[in-house]
């Protein structure tokens, strides 16, 4: 590498450690492909040897400590050989916490992958899997259904007012109390059914 990209490559990876909404234009320099309004929450690792075997499509959300895979290794034990392939996740998909997703794999569109799932084959469009390797749990259409209907039994709050470690200590008590008897939802607002 030459001296004036190296020096170009730290800066960059100075302003990260300063500044985590930078990591998805990281990411685009780095030669992955992302769309618009994608969300890449940091830290989250995209395989640094080949970033540009990457494509993220459009409205994805990926959730802290992803890690996402082009390489796999350990077929060297094979022989000389290590396998390559690319990773493609599809419009309107959602990529949990601490989720692997391995190379030549493809997700959605309008998939959930859950946390903490290992995603070694491809994701079918509009649906949910999870787990270690990653299974089939439900159609997106049984999963929204689901949480509507849990929703309407469960405290429903505002989002943007307890999203942050500083409120107000009567808002950490209102969400707090909201929680008593199990779970409740954040909304961006609320329904007028309340």
Known sequence: MNPFKKITHLARRARLLIDKSYYPRYL???????????????PSYIDGRMPYL???EDNVVISLYVTILTHDATSAWA??????GRVTIKEHSFIGAGSTILCNVTIGPNAIVG?????????PPNTVY?????????TLDAFIEK??????????????HFQHPYIPQERRNELKEALSDG????CATLPDNK
């Open 28 to 42: 685009k320099h780095q030669g992955v492909h992302i769309g618009e309004d994608v969300v890449i929450l940091y």
């Open 54 to 56: 990457v494509e993220i």
């Open 79 to 84: 022989g000389d050989l290590i396998k390559v």
């Open 115 to 123: 946390a903490g799932s290992v995603v070694s084959r491809d994701i």
């Open 130 to 138: 999870a787990g270690n390797p990653a299974r089939f749990v439900c």
């Open 147 to 160: 949480n509507q209907k849990t929703a309407q039994s469960h405290p429903r709050l505002e989002g943007c």
């Open 183 to 186: 779970f409740a939802y954040f």
